[in-house]
């Protein structure tokens, strides 16, 4: 009889401390879900694509989940590609007035632009160069042919050697449309891109060339353009001559992410990343 009376003491006490058949405390516990990031089309000219990539990565880095699928164009191209909404967003350096607000070509009809950036046009030559700078009729002058010695510059002897970019560059179409120029000297030898052109100046004594400021290295020397400085502060109100501005172009029917990331790209910590290679907005 005791016997009996303890074995169901002892089974009860078992059912009590057993997990219920159903409960498998051995499966692993299920991770919290995610969500999966948006993937946002970027259009970009050859120029800022690096910049495009840095102002993604630094966004999603901060808490936005995102995927960036950054194509690079040609500058004509990135705003076709927005227009048509087969991408969100576009990244462009296009030329700008020197002292007026940057105003959108009229083609580009309802897309929402914004200017995160400048970037300054500089003419550089070798650092042993002692030529502080020129005025804009001067450059149009070398640039158009007219002036062709080193002699007519005051600043020592030979054949000026003139470097810069090829046509559609916006580097080439900020000068000239700054000086007035409908065409450049044959004598201009072309370069694929601004970080050779400093290179070039930097080996070549005889040299002038033209670069984006972002290019500028301690190899080649900035002259000053009408007794201005490419300081951040004269490139911003357009003090120095040519410049371009560093533009985001918003599809009509851009995702909300990508039109997060494009007021970002102007706000206090979006200006940050946009200065590690450009002048700020302001």
Same mark, same amino acid.
């Given at each position: 009889?005791?016997?009996?009376?303890?074995?169901?003491?002892? !089974?009860?006490?078992?059912?009590?401390?057993?997990?219920?058949?159903?409960?498998?405390?051995?499966?692993?516990?299920?991770?919290?879900?995610?969500?999966?990031?948006?993937?946002? $089309?970027?259009?970009?000219?050859?120029?800022?694509?690096?910049?495009?990539? &840095?102002?993604?990565?630094?966004? !999603?880095?901060?808490?936005?989940?995102?995927?960036?699928?950054?194509?690079?164009?040609?500058?004509?191209?990135?705003?076709?590609?927005?227009?048509?909404?087969?991408?969100?967003?576009?990244?462009?350096?296009?030329?700008?007035?020197?002292?007026?607000?940057?105003?959108?070509?009229?083609?580009?009809?309802?897309? &929402?632009?914004?200017?995160?950036?400048?970037?300054?046009?500089?003419?550089?030559?070798?650092?042993? $160069?002692?030529?502080?700078?020129?005025? @804009?009729?001067?450059?149009?002058?070398?640039?158009?042919?007219?002036?062709?010695?080193?002699?007519?510059?005051?600043?020592?002897?030979?054949?000026?050697?003139?470097?810069?970019?090829?046509?559609?560059?916006?580097?080439?179409?900020?000068?000239?449309?700054?000086?007035?120029?409908?065409?450049? @000297?044959? $004598?201009?030898?072309?370069?694929?891109?601004?970080? &050779?052109?400093?290179?070039?100046?930097?080996?070549?004594?005889?040299?002038?060339?033209?670069?984006?400021?972002?290019?500028?290295?301690?190899?080649?020397?900035?002259?000053?353009?009408?007794?201005?400085?490419?300081?951040?502060?004269?490139?911003?109100?357009?003090?120095?001559?040519? $410049?371009? !501005?560093?533009?985001?172009?918003?599809?009509?029917? !851009?995702?909300?992410?990508?039109?997060?990331?494009?007021?970002?790209?102007? @706000?206090?910590?979006?200006?940050?990343?946009?200065?590690?290679?450009?002048?700020?907005?302001?």
């Amino acid at each position: 009889m005791l016997a009996a009376a303890f074995l169901v003491a002892a !089974a009860s006490m078992l059912a009590r401390e057993s997990p219920p058949p159903y409960l498998d405390l051995a499966a692993p516990t299920p991770a919290p879900a995610t969500t999966n990031p948006e993937i946002i $089309r970027i259009a970009t000219s050859l120029d800022a694509q690096p910049l495009a990539h &840095e102002l993604a990565d630094t966004y !999603a880095a901060a808490g936005h989940p995102l995927t960036p699928e950054v194509t690079p164009l040609n500058p004509a191209q990135v705003a076709d590609t927005v227009l048509t909404s087969q991408a969100d967003l576009g990244i462009v350096l296009l030329p700008a007035q020197a002292s007026a607000p940057f105003s959108p070509p009229p083609a580009w009809g309802e897309a &929402e632009t914004i200017v995160i950036g400048w970037e300054a046009v500089v003419l550089v030559t070798h650092p042993l $160069r002692q030529m502080p700078g020129l005025d @804009s009729d001067t450059v149009a002058q070398v640039l158009g042919g007219e002036i062709q010695t080193w002699e007519q510059l005051g600043s020592g002897q030979g054949n000026i050697e003139l470097l810069g970019r090829g046509e559609g560059a916006p580097s080439r179409e900020a000068l000239m449309g700054w000086l007035g120029l409908g065409s450049l @000297s044959s $004598r201009v030898e072309l370069w694929p891109n601004d970080a &050779e052109i400093c290179r070039q100046v930097a080996s070549r004594p005889l040299s002038l060339g033209w670069i984006g400021h972002s290019s500028l290295t301690d190899e080649c020397q900035p002259l000053s353009l009408d007794a201005f400085r490419p300081t951040a502060r004269a490139i911003q109100t357009g003090a120095y001559g040519p $410049r371009l !501005a560093v533009v985001i172009v918003v599809s009509p029917h !851009a995702a909300p992410e990508a039109r997060a990331l494009a007021q970002w790209a102007a @706000s206090a910590p979006g200006q940050r990343v946009v200065a590690r290679r450009y002048t700020p907005a302001s």
